[in-house]
């Protein structure tokens, strides 16, 4: 039987293979079960897909726990796409639509199977060692006074929270929906976070008179 | 003094895209049209403002990106 979900997407200005799907999966008839079928065949795909390439980060694990990854988020996107269906704009292909719920939980299952059992440490409050993390060598006199001031920010003038989320998700390369789960939270409030505590850190340098050259003008220069 | 924030990974990470960004839930939900207008080459960032600089910030939102395009891509 159909789920309920937000009001229905009115076909008529979609292209005509996303239209079929949503004629198919918001039909009453028998072939709402076989759409449902086709939608989890669709989305198996985008899995499997997003686990084939997220694979060496998965060490050693075997192929049959690959296809229970790709399994379980197939069956959790298929859960949410029937719940989201009313949500379908046509602004894309359907497929493309219905694909990105794949990549996500499948995205996420794995960065979670890869962090699973490890600790995630957050920084002391003392904290400070942003040099020691750079990948490029900082021995010029520009770069190390940015590196003293934002050290000197990131100490100051955020909050704790602000602090734990800005080291674990840009230095100690934590995934936000690792930490989102461990603190119980969402990847979006934790973006949030890292917006706000980005947007302090760049106050500080700007106070400093630090103007941060922009990306387009370092490609350019 | 102007420093070039993007000589380094970190830096670059630490401190963000500048200008508007979009949410993580913005970008989920319009990443499947900004994924077809880029694969149409048609301006997806004029038409998609915001989404770039997203992309840019957060890395789990930058995979998903990565792997829908690769994924429509592998259909082509």
């Known amino acids: ?221 | 003094m102007r420093v070039p924030a993007d000589r380094d990974p970190r830096l670059s990470g630490l401190l963000g895209p500048d200008g508007p960004e979009l949410s993580c839930d913005e970008c989920f939900d319009a990443l499947d049209r900004y994924v077809e207008l880029e694969l149409s080459r048609s301006e997806a960032d004029k038409q998609i403002p915001g989404m770039r600089a997203h992309l840019h910030g957060c890395p789990a939102c930058h995979e998903d990106h990565e792997s829908l395009l690769a994924l429509l891509a592998s259909e082509r």
């Open chain 1, 1 to 221: 039987m159909p789920p309920t979900h937000n009001s229905p997407t009115h076909a008529s200005h979609l292209d005509a293979e996303s239209a079929t799907w949503i004629e198919r999966l918001q039909s009453d008839g028998p072939g709402y079960e076989a759409a449902v079928k086709d939608l989890h065949v669709l989305l198996l795909k985008a899995a499997r897909f997003e686990v084939h390439r997220r694979r060496s980060a998965l060490g050693e694990m075997r192929d049959s726990d690959h296809e229970d990854l790709a399994q379980q988020s197939a069956d959790d996107a298929l859960m949410a796409v029937l719940r989201k269906l009313g949500d379908f704009r046509g602004d894309s292909r359907f497929t493309t639509w219905a694909y990105k719920f794949a990549l996500l939980e499948a995205g996420v299952k794995v960065r979670r199977r890869v962090w699973q059992g490890r600790e995630v440490q957050l920084p002391p409050e003392s904290w400070s060692g942003i040099a020691d993390r750079l990948q490029t060598p900082h021995d010029d006199a520009e770069t190390r006074e940015l590196i003293d001031a934002i050290e000197q920010a990131v100490r100051n003038d955020l909050t704790s929270h602000q602090r734990d989320v800005l080291v674990a998700i840009t230095l100690n390369d934590i995934p936000i929906d690792v930490l989102a789960e461990r603190l119980r939270t969402t990847r979006g409030a934790l973006y949030k976070t890292l917006h706000d505590a980005r947007g302090k850190l760049r106050a500080a340098l700007a106070a400093r008179g630090l103007g941060i050259r922009r990306h387009e003008e370092v490609g350019t220069r």
